[in-house]
């Protein structure tokens, strides 16, 4: 008998497999990145159609087989793309593409990291609640995946950038600080990525 497994979280891309099959690559809370295939999904018919966009924040249903994941339900909670989208915030879309890019690259199958799964959900949470664009965009951007790479274990000691990655603050003021300090910012994630080999 399988268990079955309740969780939240997003759907970071997915791949077409065989005929109507596809995988999915989710990053949860309980779970960490869990790659699962939703079979038949990709019929008409599928019940499992709504819920599994990219981009999507879910609830899933997911049970262990053997070797692999199945998911067996999701139900839609919030598709960032269409929201972004609807709101003309394409820029918006572009950081959270590279930032769930980011996470399916270097975050290891079903290895439970809440931390970083809280940070993302903050992240996204202002990215949702605040307008901003350009230099504040940016900023947003070095912030968020300066905080997932220190969640990971990648970024070290940096005086003039640790309020940034320690912190769990979102605001338009510690996104004006961030313009001053970016370009040191990204020299560390650069190098940061660099070192992980991945």
Known sequence: MYHLYQTVGYVLKSTAVGEANRRFDI???????VRAVATSVRLSRSKLNVGLLDFEFSEFSLVRGKGDW?????????NI????SGRGEREKIRII????????RLVPEEEKNEKMFDVLA?????FIRERFFGEDA???EAILVLRVLYCLGYIGEADELDHFYRSSDWS????KKMHGVRKVAFAHINKALLESHL
Request: proline share 2%.
């Open 172 to 175: 338009l003021d510690v996104l």
């Open 81 to 84: 793309y269409y929201l972004f």
């Open 97 to 104: 593409a590279r930032v769930f890019a980011l996470i399916d």
């Open 138 to 140: 940016r900023s947003a």
């Open 27 to 33: 990053f949860t809370r309980e779970l960490g990145r």
């Open 70 to 78: 199945r998911l067996t339900s999701a139900k839609p909670v919030e």
């Open 122 to 126: 903050e992240g996204i949470a202002y």
